[in-house]
């Protein structure tokens, strides 16, 4: 149990810590006078998720075996969530992305729990539900609403991240898998960056830009999400749903610190609302039989 919780505030930091990362990498190229390049930020993000991966693997066994069992439909979610997550930060903060994320991550997590023939418990239910009134308040028409587009954008990285993670619920050796999703969605991410420079639309990085990247890619993704496999056939998929809603309070800690972004109310009335459903659901958390 306490191994379990450990690897699961272990994922969760890392994931904010992306927010915060890919925020600060776009505000610098702005600082900078460029436009920042979300589509090189997602394919060094990636690359460098492969790399570090790829090492990490090769220390413990043979890698060209280890990567056999790649599986292309994680490389495709993870690539989808990747490039969304970073278009979608051009326009919101790191603790609204982080909310949107993972509110959108606890609707299409539960979705596939409910198709995987889990029949989660009523207060799992009862969390569930504030975690999606926080999220619709967060996202009502208002001044201090986020932009649509962004928030819908960033709504679909957590879609997509939703498919990754309950494909991750099987997993029986989390850094091959991990590393074997990074390797096959990495030249997909290269591939969409080339073509948005041949556009005209991807700018490039500067050296602070690319920093941040590879910590990203290789730190906070590579490593964390190795770590989050590890964590998720542990965990019900509804519970690995709802745990995720610690992420924003995580980043809005992060973005505050970091690059001083200050939380509207709505984000307050929304983040109580979503981390009071995630307090209802762990009250209804089961052990998992061996």
Excluded: H
């Amino acid at each position: 149990m306490m191994r379990t919780l450990a690897l699961t505030l272990t994922a969760l930091v890392a994931f904010a810590a992306n927010s915060v990362l890919c925020r600060a990498a776009l505000d610098a190229g702005m600082l900078d006078g460029r436009t920042p390049d979300a589509a090189a930020f997602t394919a060094l993000r990636l690359v460098s998720g492969a790399a570090m991966l790829c090492l990490l693997l090769a220390a413990r066994t043979p890698l060209g075996p280890a990567l056999k069992g790649a599986q292309p439909i994680s490389a495709l979610a993870l690539l989808a969530y990747a490039g969304l997550f970073s278009m979608a930060y051009l326009d919101l903060n790191a603790g609204i992305g982080a909310l949107i994320l993972f509110g959108a991550v606890q609707t299409s997590m539960f979705a596939g729990a409910l198709m995987l023939g889990e029949r989660p418990p009523a207060m799992r239910w009862l969390g569930a539900g504030c975690g999606l009134a926080g999220l619709a308040w967060l996202a009502a028409p208002g001044a201090s609403a986020p932009p649509l587009l962004a928030s819908l954008l960033m709504a679909g990285a957590g879609a997509a991240w939703g498919v990754y993670s309950l494909r991750g619920r099987g997993s029986s050796r989390p850094l091959a898998d991990t590393a074997g999703a990074f390797v096959l969605a990495a030249p997909l991410g290269v591939g969409l960056w080339a073509i948005a420079w041949a556009l005209g639309a991807a700018p490039g990085l500067g050296g602070r830009e690319i920093l941040l990247a590879v910590a990203s890619g290789a730190l906070a993704s590579g490593c964390g999400y190795a770590v989050w496999y590890a964590a998720l056939p542990r965990l019900e998929a509804s519970m690995a749903a709802v745990s995720q809603l610690a992420v924003p309070l995580i980043a809005l800690a992060g973005g505050l610190a970091w690059l001083g972004e200050a939380p509207s109310p709505r984000f307050w009335t929304a983040a109580a609302l979503i981390l009071g459903g995630l307090g209802v659901a762990a009250l209804a958390a089961r052990p998992r039989r061996a």
